[in-house]
């Protein structure tokens, strides 16, 4: 795959050979995906894609469901393939949500319309044309005096939001999607004197609602106050820090310690807002930020929330911040041996990630090593034995979309899949990797059929990437924290681009025009500011 050469003098750097091969590129694709500069010629992810788009049964209506009643026309709204779902008009999607007496709809179907019907239709709206439907069944059931199926259809109906508030409580942060829940409740109430189940499900399920909405909202107002000032500042480092400051093997001298405890940042969420927070509370609507905003530029619309990107941002962030951070303890060493020590033990904890199955911590070390300050460091490399590192390249090596970690990442989700433990249970993609593959596969197939259906069975391939991903994210972690290392992983002093080859330049001079020109203009550069 080929280097953007434009991202990389972003940071002030040149690609080297080293770094063409397997750095993931600092600046990722959601940056491309938010700026709308994504070249629509990149690899398409073969194959993954081999694999999950074969023909699903995930949409199909389970035989003990019963059968979802509407009438001739939404029946022929409906398109079905070997019993599976595959497109539909809106309308039609609509009313298959919604239960009646004789029918529940397949949590499969719940879960993917109501995360994939956000690019169509507002949650508030939504969740409006759903209160109307049941409105109406309701009407006629208490036409009939059928009590006991008014009983039946109301529980079903709660189910229903109970489901949604679960998988998606974030929808409900909007006064006009609180306004329709509270209208929807109010109206399953009314005539319910008797039903005292339905009652307490109701409100059993607004206050665990509420605690998610405020758990939410203290975390994003906590995220706030943090993140407002570190815009305007610059460079981390202009120059190395005193020789006295501790560095990583300081801290933790065990690759597989250090390894767990990178595992465990991805894997647990932070309670405080650092600049490399790993942030674990990415939820399913979040990720379909990614359509929203490819849709919104293509049809020359404002973007979605932007609020709602933050946690992919900050998670891109992560990666980007331990990759710089692993420059930066490579160059700020002075002596040659400790360098060479210090490679060899990022090259361990990579490893150790990778057999833990934590692939995101292991590019963004591999990326770090491959950025061209730390590359261009040829005496230290000689003396470093890089078998183990030719092995973690050759599992990251670009060539044909990845193909060799993707085949790793299946082995990884099939032993998780039969994991009868936590700590074999841990799949971490590579987030950046991640976000391509949703990516291409919105570009790849449209939203809509020729006939004007919607091409559902596109959305059921998103959703189930997007519901692996947060089946992996909901692990939990093995590892116990350590406090002390995971502090220094968050909070330590990430050199500039300028200083980290200022760092190289002083520990091995410039060898070619090229670095002496660089090295000079970044000693101007300094006595200039100076």
Known sequence: MAIDHGLWLHWGMNPGPSACKAHLLTATLWNHVQLGILKETMPQTSVLFSSILRPSCSGQVQPSMGERGGGASSSRDLIFQDGCLISGSLEALIEHLVPTVDYYPDKTYIFTFLLSSRVFIPPHDLLARVGQICLEQRQQLEAGSEKAKLKSFSAKIVQLLKEW???????????????????????????????????????????????????????????EKLRSPALDKGPVLKAKPPATQKDILGMCCDPLVLAQQLTHIELVSATVCLPRERVCSIHSEDLMQII????????????????????????????????????????????????????????????????????????????????SPVARLKKTWSKVKTAKFDVLEHHMDPSSNFCNYRTALQGATQRSQMANSNREKIVIPVFNLFIKDIYFLHKIHTNHLPNGHINFKKFWEISRLIHEFMTWTQVECPFEKDKKIQSYLLTAPIYSEEALFIASFESEGPENHMEKDSWKTLRTTLLNRA
């Open 165 to 223: 508030t679960e998988a998606f409580p974030y929808d409900f942060q909007d006064e006009k999607a609180m306004a329709e829940l509270k209208a929807i409740t109010y109206r399953l109430t009314q005539c319910e004197e008797e039903n005292g189940t339905v009652k307490k499900a109701i409100t059993q399920m607004m206050q665990s609602l509420l605690l998610s909405l405020a758990a939410r909202s203290q975390l994003q107002e906590l995220r």
């Open 292 to 371: 929203s905003h490819v849709d919104s530029r293509d049809n020359h619309r404002c973007r979605g929330d932007l609020t709602k990107t933050y946690s992919l941002e900050a998670y891109d962030n992560w990666f980007n911040c331990l990759s710089m951070l692993v420059a930066t303890e490579v160059c700020r060493v002075v002596k040659k041996k400790h360098r060479t020590r210090m490679l060899e033990f990022f090259i361990d904890v990579a490893r150790e990630c990778f057999n833990i199955g934590n692939f995101n911590s292991m590019m963004a070390i591999i990326s770090g090593m491959n950025l």
